[in-house]
């Protein structure tokens, strides 16, 4: 089906929202003022606000990490949120920021852009120390003004080396650079920094209409606290639930739960998040990091809400039914992995069970290192810009210029001549590499502009066919940003897997 078939879809089901669930908004609203009046984006999103909730309202939901400038499926998720209000009257829609996971993943404090490197890639971000690495992303201090220092001056190293006279991509530098500093300037944390120039690209210069709001700050207002009580009075059939599904759908990647496991984590002082186990009506476990000994009553929720977090499965589960969402955008990662399990709970428990949608989608864009690169291969086997789009004319050219190297070293043998070979495979594994680099979102942003990147979303969300698989509803189509882009890259891409193997001197190790 089209997108506007499945907006139809949605539309059809005529499912109110409760008075729980409307409180319930109305209090991730009332976070989410906060929210966008420190990102200072609030007068972007104001006509938000002023939409009644009522038990009509349809709830669009997404959620995230608070990353590093993260990758473009991110960004989309925010689009479709946006996309899907623009179609749906009395619509709301809801992004959260899940900012207290553990720092463990890299992705939270790291991200990659395409740079003339072997690997490909330039890693830019914040290093976290190694003893807080296993602490909550939200605990974590605000990194020193050095370190920003840091990360920006990487960033404009990278980009320094191709902007070239491109006007355009310089203006798109500054501006992201300046974003960047003015979400230090407005953060605490590093995960309220990330958080916020999401907020500001997205409602600013993307011209999203999104609401954004941080999990943290829900438990302070008892926010969803109706909905928890619901999944840990039937605990033990979650978890018998959880394990079933893991097993009879085969999600040994997720893997089984202990029968007793509570579905949150408890927040210690140090920043440790603590796995509970519930025995005889009471809730224990041990900080990982500073070993403090906890034990709760599971009945009195009161004295504990504030210091807890969902589990990835509770979460889906807590969210859908305590704000009634119509509509979830999920990843296209592991989300869904964690939402086949949350389904299958919902359905036999009888939690609200929304529509899930996800964007399966590459980029294909031609940003000033790939283009810096196809330039200096094109120079090096002498070949056209026309003649890139023709793999066995490439792959000729290769070849002809190795023999060509090696004729000559088995006439008058030189260190330079046998560097001139092994530069030959080194510059196109460089320039492979920079095409496989799943990269930060600024790359795109930079070297093609925000109206460009939104035109070529919208189209691409037009165009798409949505397909029902399994239990979700699949959007897949790739972006394409540039007319060539997708044969260059399947060119690039042919090229990688036969760099090694044009070797007729024998000194590049392929088979």
């Known amino acids: 089906m089209k997108i506007n078939e499945f907006v139809k879809l949605i539309l059809k089901v005529n499912k109110k929202i409760t008075e729980d669930q409307i409180r319930n908004i109305e209090g991730i609203i009332k976070v989410s003022k906060e929210f966008h009046k420190k990102a200072e984006t609030y007068d972007y999103v104001a006509e938000l606000f002023d939409n009644d909730v009522n038990e009509n309202t349809i709830v669009l939901e997404a959620a995230h990490q608070p990353n590093f400038v993260p ?25 959260g920021f899940f900012d207290y996971n553990l720092a463990t993943a890299s992705l939270l404090t790291h991200n990659k852009i395409p740079d003339i490197r072997k690997e490909g890639f330039t890693v830019i971000g914040v290093r976290i ?16 003004k050095n370190a920003w220092e840091n990360v920006i001056r990487t960033i404009e190293n990278v980009y320094i080396k191709v902007l070239s006279r491109n006007k355009d ?10 974003e960047l500093w003015k979400s230090y300037e407005l953060g605490n944390s590093l995960s309220e920094i990330n ?14 209409k999104v609401l954004f709001f941080k999990y943290s700050n829900l438990h302070d207002l008892g926010v969803l606290k109706d909905a928890f009580e619901r999944v840990i009075y039937r605990r033990d059939e979650f978890n018998n639930i959880y394990n079933e599904t893991v097993v009879s759908k085969g999600l040994s990647d997720v893997g089984t739960i202990p029968d007793n496991l509570a579905p949150f984590w408890y927040h210690c002082k140090c920043g440790g998040k603590v796995d509970v186990f519930i025995k005889n009506s009471k809730l224990n476990g041990v900080c990982p990091i500073c070993k403090t000994e906890y034990e709760l009553d ?16 509770t979460r889906n589960i807590v969210m859908a039914d305590g704000i009634g969402t119509r509509l979830y955008i999920s990843g296209a990662g592991g989300g869904l992995r964690y939402g086949i399990i949350a389904n299958e709970i919902s359905r036999r428990l009888g939690f609200n069970l929304p529509f899930t949608l996800a964007w399966v989608g590459k980029d294909h864009y031609l940003g000033l290192t790939h283009t810096l690169m196809l330039k200096r291969l094109r120079k090096m086997l002498g070949i056209s810009d026309a003649d890139l789009l023709n793999l066995e004319k490439v792959l000729d050219r290769i070849r002809t210029k190795r023999i060509e190297l090696k004729n000559k070293i088995d006439k008058n043998y030189s260190k330079k001549l046998i560097h001139d070979y092994k530069h030959t495979y080194a510059q196109i594994l460089i320039a492979c590499n920079v095409f496989k680099v799943t990269p930060s979102v600024i790359d795109i942003f930079l070297s093609k502009g925000f109206s460009k990147v939104l035109k070529c979303w919208n189209f691409a969300v037009h165009s798409a066919e949505i397909s029902f698989e399994d239990e979700f509803y699949i959007l897949r189509k790739n972006i394409v940003y540039d007319d060539r882009a997708i044969a260059i890259y399947d060119v690039m891409n042919a090229i990688s897997i036969k760099n090694k193997e044009i070797d007729p001197l024998g000194i590049l190790g392929g088979e």
């Open 71 to 95: 990758y473009s499926g991110v960004w989309r998720k925010a689009y479709l949120l946006h996309f899907f209000y623009n179609e749906m009257p009395n619509s709301i829609p809801l992004f």
């Open 129 to 144: 120390p190694e003893k807080d690495k296993w602490k909550r992303f939200n605990s974590l201090p605000k990194p020193s």
């Open 169 to 178: 991509a310089r203006l798109n530098l500054d501006l992201i650079i300046e």
């Open 195 to 208: 958080a916020i120039f999401f907020s500001r690209l997205t409602n600013i210069y993307l011209g999203l």
């Open 298 to 313: 599971v009945g009195d929720i009161d004295s504990y809400y504030v210091n807890i977090s969902p589990r990835a499965v």
